[in-house]
């Protein structure tokens, strides 16, 4: 399939904008249109300022997304564009769908049946078991299911992980340029999902100026690719509330986790109940109901394996643990492993079921 070369180009026009992009491919149905009109055609049937009208006829664009290919073919990143029949057609109902994705891993990912799950990163332990039973029982109740999040600590990542776990399909959308990963400690999280036929992706080229502002933006993308949104803990101002106001802008489903009333990372779960803005989620059941699914009842793919076998320096890893959890910096001490060989360890044997993580970056054996 030929590189949405002229879509990206677009993408590259100064002062137009993703709002800008998607009304020219809306008033001539596609990038090569836009690229073919007039300086006139596009003053007067897009309504376009004259500047900018002169630079798309002066092609402006095309040096960019020359370079931007080349990356990509380089990093194996798969740009994907709205006009694309790939394209997730849950996103693109979004008025302010992004006219360029740009992908590591498989694209059929983002058109599954999809439902995100969102929350705090300052995670509490009910929040982490919540994430992780409700995916559990989603894998069991819905074996096809996507779990989509932001690849962020606490709830994100936490989703992710049981997804992995899970034998689920994942989807991270960042908020960042691919190839990069953040937060790094995610990477080996997301190539497994990659992996496993998931996906991370992002509306953002490599040339994006990282600035911090392109949090609420991803989150859009987020409610979009999904039927629905959980959010699981959030506080009164969390991120997570706007992932849940743009699902409910693109009449998708908002569910929420409650919480105790005196737990200031529920408060947010909590008054989106209250207000009735959100359905009160009490397992995977209430979300496949919520969401209208047909269920098929599987044996849970997460239970322990009873010949599972570890290797030689695996063993003594995990006898590194006693009976409490250990944090990183301890681990690093007493293993005497290297950063990134630690870290392969710690996300293997946490596939694995042997160990998994709490907030404040400790560890905890399970079997």
């Known amino acids: 399939m030929a590189l949405p070369f002229e879509d990206m180009a677009l993408t590259f026009v100064p002062s137009l904008g993703q709002r800008g992009v998607v009304h020219l491919l809306e008033v001539f149905h596609s990038a090569e249109a836009v690229y073919a009109a007039s300086e006139a055609e596009l003053v007067e049937r897009a309504e376009l300022r004259r500047d900018i009208a002169r630079a798309i006829v002066h092609r402006a664009g095309f040096a960019e997304a020359e370079r931007e290919i080349a990356f990509c073919r380089k990093n194996s990143i798969t740009p994907l564009a709205s006009t694309d029949e790939r394209y997730p057609t849950l996103l693109r109902q979004a008025e302010d769908y992004p006219a ?27 929040g982490e078991r919540a994430t992780t039973e409700l995916v559990e029982g989603l894998a069991a109740l819905v074996p096809d299911v996507n779990i989509v999040s932001g690849l962020a600590y606490g709830i994100d990542g936490a989703a992710h992980r049981a997804a992995v776990l899970s034998h689920l399909t994942s989807v991270g959308v960042v908020a960042n340029a691919l190839p990069s990963i953040q937060p790094t400690t995610h990477r080996n999280l997301a190539y497994e999902m990659i992996s496993r036929g998931g996906a991370v992706v992002t509306e953002l080229n490599s040339q994006t100026k990282q600035n911090g502002r392109y949090f609420i933006p991803r989150n859009r993308i987020i409610a979009a690719l999904s039927a629905g949104v959980v959010v699981v803990e959030t506080p009164d101002t969390g991120g997570s509330l706007s992932t849940a106001a743009f699902a409910e802008s693109y009449s998708r489903s908002v569910m929420a986790v409650p919480g105790r009333m005196t737990d200031a990372t529920s408060r947010g779960c909590n008054r989106l109940i209250s207000e009735h803005r959100a359905r009160i989620i009490l397992s995977a059941e209430d979300i496949a109901d919520e969401l209208k699914w047909e269920l098929t009842i599987t044996q849970s793919a997460t239970s322990t394996p009873k010949d599972l076998r570890l290797s030689s320096e695996e063993e003594h890893f995990v006898a590194l643990f006693a009976n409490e959890p250990l944090s990183l910096d301890v681990l690093r001490e007493r293993s005497g492993l290297t950063a990134g060989t630690l870290s392969l360890m710690l996300m293997n044997l946490e596939l694995s079921g042997v160990i998994r993580q709490l907030p404040g970056n400790k560890y905890e054996k399970l079997i």
């Open 100 to 126: 360029v994705l740009y992908v590591m891993g498989e694209v059929a990912a983002l058109s599954q049946r999809s439902v995100a799950f969102v929350g705090t990163r300052k995670m509490t332990p009910y």
